[in-house]
């Protein structure tokens, strides 16, 4: 029995470990972390919100909460938007995944890559559904350009609002 417990808590021990070891690589996210401000543009129209990334759950996760405004205009009345996007690793060592939602109802299932100056979240390609990227690119240390994008083909990205953010916090 003694050796069944034993081997029981070295197996317990190391997949605890393994587990402990899937947390996401926050040092590429340094820069992103913080409050920031910004005003966007392009369709549906001029916007203006603030932004948020922070590092949870003793770093295993990166969380951005985004509230975004837009005022009235003559086709539309004034609109709030808010979301969630949650950056985490796959088990198993598989690439950094990002999950979203928003008050609108949507959710997106992104892959996260890294350039130089730059973090982009790509949508999985669907059959009849958009691929999104957004893209957050480091101007200097107080300042970013963000761009949201779809394509009809995952090939071809049209840019749908973007923006320079600051930072506040």
Known sequence: MKKYLSVFVLFFSFVAISFAQQTVESDKFDWLMGEWRGKGSGQPGEGSGVFSFAAELDGNIIVRRSRTEFPATDNRPEMVHSDLLIVYRDIGGNPVKAIYFDNEGHT???SVDFADRKVIF????????????????????????????????????????????????
């Open 122 to 169: 790509t949508s999985e390609k669907t059959p009849n559904i958009p691929t999104f990227r957004l893209t957050y690119s480091r101007m200097d240390e107080k300042m970013i350009h963000t761009k949201f994008e779809f394509s009809a083909d995952g090939e071809n990205f049209i840019t749908h609002v973007e923006g320079v953010s600051e930072k506040i916090e």
């Open 108 to 110: 997106i299932n992104y």
